[in-house]
């Protein structure tokens, strides 16, 4: 194993995004936020178990007027999507009228882009944007647009920096890809 190269259960994954180049965007994703949103109020939805990590570290940065609620949604088993969004902690915040951000750590399909939009539509909210850390556009099927993307990827799976293989390598400070 080389030594750039980690061991996560059955799978090797290599070094992809450096931790201080992720740490460059999220400021450069969080000073764009600030100056668009000028002057408004804005609510963070934080996308569960995924964006925990990237959520708090941008949301740090927001000079705004903000606050930040989450919801729990799960798709993904081992290394690959299900196409099938369970909610596991739904929606107990007042949105109405609000201008809302969602923040995720990455879209794949954009199934649970989709899912979370169609949820904050039936909610009135005044606007939506979305932030993600990572997109895999090969990947991505809907018409949603996407208004900061931190990184465009190739659709390979990644770990670290919130997101994991089978729960695990969410505590890497770095993104890692995974060796075929
Ligand atoms: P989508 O619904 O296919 O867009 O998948 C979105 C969710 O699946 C993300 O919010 C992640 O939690 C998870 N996911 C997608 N791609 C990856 C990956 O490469 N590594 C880890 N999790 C992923
Ligand atoms: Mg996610």
Same mark, same amino acid.
């Given at each position: 194993?080389?030594?750039?190269?980690?061991?996560?259960?059955?799978?090797?994954?290599?070094?992809?995004?450096?931790?201080?180049? !992720?740490?460059?965007?999220?400021?450069?994703?969080?000073?764009?936020?600030?100056?668009?949103? +000028?002057?408004?109020?804005?609510?963070?939805?934080?996308?569960?178990?995924?964006?925990? %990590?990237? /959520?708090?570290?941008?949301?740090?940065?927001?000079?705004?007027? +903000?606050?930040?609620?989450?919801?729990?949604? /799960?798709?993904? /088993?081992?290394?690959?999507?299900?196409?099938? !969004?369970?909610?596991?902690? $739904?929606?107990?915040?007042?949105?109405? $009228?609000?201008?809302? %951000?969602?923040?995720?750590?990455?879209?794949? *399909? $954009?199934?649970?882009?989709?899912?979370?939009?169609?949820?904050?539509? %039936?909610?009135?909210?005044?606007?939506?944007?979305?932030? *993600?850390?990572?997109?895999?556009?090969? +990947?991505?099927?809907?018409?949603?647009?996407?208004?900061? *993307?931190?990184?465009?990827?190739?659709?390979?799976?990644?770990?670290?920096?919130?997101?994991?293989?089978?729960?695990?390598?969410?505590?890497?400070?770095?993104?890692? *890809?995974?060796?075929?």
């Amino acid at each position: 194993m080389k030594s750039s190269e980690i061991q996560i259960l059955d799978k090797k994954f290599r070094e992809y995004i450096p931790e201080d180049v !992720i740490n460059n965007k999220v400021l450069e994703l969080a000073e764009r936020i600030n100056s668009d949103f +000028a002057g408004k109020e804005v609510i963070f939805v934080g996308v569960l178990n995924g964006s925990f %990590i990237f /959520a708090a570290d941008l949301f740090r940065r927001i000079r705004l007027r +903000a606050r930040i609620t989450f919801i729990k949604l /799960a798709s993904y /088993a081992g290394t690959s999507s299900t196409g099938e !969004i369970r909610e596991l902690i $739904g929606w107990n915040e007042d949105l109405k $009228g609000k201008s809302v %951000i969602i923040i995720e750590d990455i879209v794949d *399909t $954009g199934v649970t882009l989709e899912h979370t939009v169609d949820n904050l539509i %039936i909610r009135n909210v005044k606007e939506i944007s979305i932030v *993600t850390l990572l997109l895999k556009p090969e +990947a991505y099927g809907k018409k949603i647009n996407i208004d900061y *993307t931190g990184f465009e990827i190739p659709n390979e799976f990644v770990v670290g920096y919130g997101l994991d293989y089978n729960g695990e390598g969410r505590n890497l400070p770095s993104v890692y *890809t995974l060796v075929k």
